[in-house]
Every structure is written in structure tokens, then in C-alpha cells.
């Protein structure tokens, strides 16, 4: 139940404009958990913020449209998957790549040198066990406290959305490709 339906008790929680990293998370099945976490990345980078991307599923050697324009504005996207699951024939090497990916962000957040860090698809590696959910739990909340960090990806774990500042479920109501068979299309989708 949302907190527009539910009883006329319910008191909003004290405003209160603090500077703090929060922890969004982008799932649920429908489209747009990554455009818009690179939504945030291009706001952020107009306002002079340090962000970061660490990219868990891509294709290792595709050039993505946000990543052409990623290079463009000078915001560095770090591949650490290899390929999607579903065509592999070595999983431990997926699941090395996953826990190498986990290494460089974990690296990144620590720093504090960057105010947002970007976990696109991150959810899938803890979903196959590559990476361990209570070891991201402990990390993310002993992280810096400024760094903000947006994780993306379908079938966010109950844990993650707990300790989490934001959460989004974007729903499928249509999609082009499940509702007409109509391929990724450049600049949209890629
Ligand atoms: P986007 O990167 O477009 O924001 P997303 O991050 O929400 O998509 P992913 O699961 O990462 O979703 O999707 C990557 C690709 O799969 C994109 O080409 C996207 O159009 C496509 N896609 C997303 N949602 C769906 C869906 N519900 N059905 C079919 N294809 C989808
Ligand atoms: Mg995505």
C-alpha cells in the first residue's frame, strides 16, 4: 500500500536538508533502470560532481552510445563482465569477472575520491552467487559517507533494497520488443 492510500495517520517524516550519500537502486522489468541511472550521471557531471561506472554485463569490446558519450564528457566507464550470461560456456570466468568487477568498485567507493559510483547491473553476479550479498550489505554500509551509489538491475535483493536510500521499480507496460518483436534500436537501446 502507497502512503497516499493509506490511513489518514500517517505523519510525513521531518524535512530536513542534510548532505548525505544516499543509496538508489534502479529494478523491476520494465525499461529504464540504466538510462536513468546515466540520467543522474549527466546531471551530476553538470553540476562538477566526480561519478563513475562500473559496468557488471556488457559486451567487453561494444561500444555503447552512453559510452561514446561517457568518453565524450571525460566520465570513465569500467567494464567487468564479459559477454551476457546466457551465451557463456565458462561460468568461473563470469564469475571471475563479476568478483574482479566487485574489487575495482569497492576500490572506487573507498576512495571517496568520486561523489557517485554507478553498479549497472549489479544485482545479477549476487543473484548467481558470484559475488556475496551480506559481503555487499557490511560494505555499502560502512562505505564513505558522502559517496552516493546507484545500483541497477532486475530482482533487487530484499537486503539491498533495506539498507537503501531510494528504491525505483520500473514496470513493463509495453515493450517493443515483447509486444512487436521489434529489435534494440541505436540510441534508444544501445
Ligand atoms: P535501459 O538500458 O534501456 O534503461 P534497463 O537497464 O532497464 O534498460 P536491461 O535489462 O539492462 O534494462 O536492458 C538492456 C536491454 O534490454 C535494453 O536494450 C532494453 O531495451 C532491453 N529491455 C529492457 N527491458 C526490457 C523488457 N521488459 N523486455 C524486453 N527487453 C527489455
Ligand atoms: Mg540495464
Known amino acids: 500500500m502507497s502512503k497516499l492510500d493509506s490511513d489518514h495517520d500517517y505523519k510525513p517524516p521531518v524535512k530536513k536538508r542534510v548532505s548525505k550519500g544516499l543509496l538508489l537502486i534502479n529494478t523491476g522489468n520494465g525499461k529504464g533502470k540504466s538510462t536513468a541511472a546515466f ?3 549527466l546531471r551530476a557531471w553538470g553540476r562538477g560532481l566526480k561519478v563513475i561506472v562500473v559496468q557488471y554485463i556488457k559486451h567487453e569490446n561494444a561500444m555503447f552510445g ?3 558519450a561517457a ?3 571525460g566520465i570513465e566507464m569500467i567494464p567487468s563482465g564479459k ?3 546466457w551465451n557463456s560456456k565458462n561460468l568461473n570466468e563470469d564469475a571471475a569477472l563479476a568478483q574482479n568487477g566487485w574489487r575495482i ?4 567507493i573507498s576512495s571517496g575520491d568520486y561523489d557517485i559510483v554507478i553498479l549497472d547491473e549489479f544485482t545479477y553476479p549476487i543473484k548467481y552467487g558470484w559475488i556475496e550479498l551480506k559481503e555487499v550489505v557490511d560494505f555499502l554500509l560502512n562505505r564513505p559517507e558522502n559517496v552516493n551509489v546507484i545500483i541497477t538491475g532486475r530482482d533487487a535483493q530484499p537486503q539491498l533494497i533495506k539498507i537503501s536510500d531510494c528504491v525505483t521499480n520500473m514496470d513493463e507496460i509495453k515493450h517493443p520488443y515483447n509486444d512487436q518483436g521489434i529489435l534494440a534500436q541505436k540510441g534508444i537501446d544501445y
Open 105 to 108: 568498485s569497492r576500490e572506487l
Open 71 to 73: 568518453k565524450r564528457l
Open 66 to 68: 552512453e559510452q561514446l
Open 39 to 41: 540520467g543522474v550521471m
Open 83 to 85: 559477454g551476457f550470461t
